[in-house]
């Protein structure tokens, strides 16, 4: 069983900061990419940003400079940055992983999502 706990939401102003956290944790063999994903009320889900097992990054657009998503591959763990927050990034954020248990796929796994709300 493959668990992703993200940690670190919150109210924030306009302008201010926030670090998100995500660990996995259970059995498994590795772990390809990892990334943050975000739903607002009303919208569909989107990807933020995602960082494979190499190093390299992919972020969206409307985050692109305020942004930043690294990773501890030993601690399987991921972070995201969020500098200079606006109120459009206000939503539910979730962590998101494919991870590998057994045989040779990687299936996707999802954590239970933490909210951030920026206030104007």
């Known amino acids: 069983q493959v668990q992703l706990v993200e940690s670190g939401g919150g109210l924030v102003q306009a302008g201010g900061s926030l670090q998100l956290s995500c660990i996995a944790s259970g059995t498994f063999r590795s772990i390809s990419v990892m990334g943050w994903y975000r739903q607002a009320p009303g919208e569909q889900r989107e990807q933020v940003a995602v960082i494979l097992p190499g190093g390299s990054t992919n972020y969206a657009d409307s985050v692109k400079g305020r942004f930043t998503v690294s990773r501890d591959k030993d601690k399987n763990t991921v972070s995201l940055q969020m500098n200079d927050l606006e109120p459009e990034d206000t939503a539910v954020y979730f962590c998101?992983?494919?991870?590998?248990?057994?045989?040779?796929?990687?299936?996707?796994?999802w954590g239970q999502g933490t909210q951030v709300t920026v206030s104007s």
């Open positions: 998101h992983a494919y991870v590998r248990t057994t045989g040779w796929t990687f299936d996707a796994y």
